[in-house]
């Protein structure tokens, strides 16, 4: 919008022929500045420079009260993060484990002579075991 407006000046005033040289330079440079706004690659690199000023201004920030705060307040305990290593188990254990419990149920169906309903529910439970198991 800004940038519409401005072209919008630059034109009137090259039209009315009172454009200096500085104005001239930036009627050139207007069509530059455009695409770069509108180009997409521009404008994930201008917002990504926004974002890191931002940042940084928040770090100074961060700082200034800090000291003010550390001034006034007791001396905190030193802190270091540990980094937590998680073990995943394999998939292959997960559906060696259906399988077993899959075929437990059907042992039991075949010597108590329990209904196909209890099959079925089961395999819901042994699905949803793996799935939490996951």
Do not use: C
């Not at 930036?26 to 000023?53: C, P, V």
């Not at 201004?57 to 006034?72: C, G, R």
């Not at 997960?94 to 149920?105: C, P």
Request: aromatic share 10%; glycine share 2%; hydrophobic share 50%.
């Amino acid at each position: 919008m800004a940038l519409s407006f401005l072209r919008e000046e630059l034109e009137e005033l090259w039209t009315n022929g009172t454009l200096d040289k500085e104005g001239e330079r930036l009627r050139s440079e207007l069509y530059t500045i455009r695409s770069i706004f509108f180009s997409d690659h521009e404008k994930l690199q201008y917002d990504r420079k926004l974002r890191q000023a931002q940042r940084k201004a928040l770090e100074v920030e961060k700082v200034t009260t800090t000291d003010a705060s550390n001034l006034s307040a007791k001396k905190e305990i030193p802190f270091e993060p540990v980094a937590v290593t998680q073990t995943k188990e394999s998939p292959l254990k997960n559906y060696l484990f259906a399988a077993f419990a899959f075929v437990i149920l059907l042992s039991l169906i075949l010597f108590f002579n329990i209904n196909v309903i209890v099959l079925i529910i089961g395999a819901i439970l042994i699905v949803a075991l793996m799935l939490l198991m996951s």
